[in-house]
Antibody
Framework: EVQLVESGGGVVRPGGSLRLSCAAS????????MSWVRQAPGKGLEWVSG????????VYAVSVKGRFTISRDNAKNSLYLQMNSLRAEDTALYHC??????????????WGQGTTVTVSS | QSALTQPASVSGSPGQSITISCTGT?????????VSWYQQHPGKAPRLIIY???NRPSGVSNRFSGSKSGNTASLTISGLQAEDEADYYC??????????FGGGTKLTVL
């Protein structure tokens, strides 16, 4: 079964850091681009970051650029999101999502259930 | 990058067809064919229903179709069914090498 499972969410104070992980299974992980997408409580979807199949290209939404870093370890079938200088507005459910091809900009055809990040003092 | 513009809500009766619009600019929807649509039921993860403007992934009903004209993409659902009641989001690649979602449309099946 093709599956993505996120972990690493939690409650963190403003200015703090958190590292999210996404474990992939059931498909050849290094053949696909990946993205992180978040959804604040009661709000819509917001694309956060994307990475190509080999990690050679990484891109970020303006709202997180310079604070978040996306990476992947193809040997471990895992995707990561390092989040620094967290703000209250980063509070959301964070999904990892697989692109339907090698590059991050294709449609996202497999989604995890998400991990919750709460930034609060 | 501003969010793409979608109507907040649409509704239709079972069996009818509805269309959801997604308006952007020449820097996103109008400039590229990397427009996708997602269906999200409450408490669930989003599901890809249309990619690259008009392509359906395997397993998605042919009642769902996508198109684009200028800076506006559209999702049409024909033969509405109760199970189609959900939130729908469009998404586009942008000239800034990012992606942008629409604000989402709540579909109510009357």
């Amino acid at each position: 079964e093709v599956q993505l499972v996120e972990s690493g969410g939690g409650v963190v104070r403003p200015g703090g850091s958190l590292r999210l992980s996404c474990a992939a299974s059931g498909f050849t992980f290094d053949g696909y681009g990946m993205s992180w997408v978040r959804q604040a409580p009661g709000k819509g979807l917001e694309w956060v970051s994307g990475i190509n199949w080999n990690g050679g290209s990484t891109v970020y939404a303006v709202s997180v650029k310079g604070r978040f870093t996306i990476s992947r370890d193809n040997a471990k079938n895992s995707l990561y999101l390092q989040m620094n200088s967290l703000r209250a507005e980063d509070t959301a459910l964070y999904h990892c999502a697989r692109s339907s091809g090698s590059y991050w900009y294709y449609g996202m055809d497999v989604w995890g259930q998400g991990t919750t990040v709460t930034v609060s003092s | 990058q501003s969010a793409l513009t979608q109507p907040a809500s649409v509704s239709g009766s079972p069996g009818q067809s509805i269309t959801i619009s997604c308006t952007g600019t020449s820097s996103d929807v109008g400039g590229y064919n990397y427009v996708s649509w997602y269906q999200q039921h409450p408490g669930k993860a989003p599901r890809l229903i249309i990619y690259e403007v008009s392509n359906r992934p395997s397993g998605v009903s042919n009642r769902f179709s996508g198109s684009k004209s200028g800076n506006t993409a559209s999702l049409t659902i024909s033969g509405l069914q109760a199970e189609d009641e959900a939130d729908y989001y469009c998404c586009s690649y942008t000239s800034s090498s990012t992606k942008v979602f629409g604000g989402g449309t709540k579909l109510t099946v009357l």
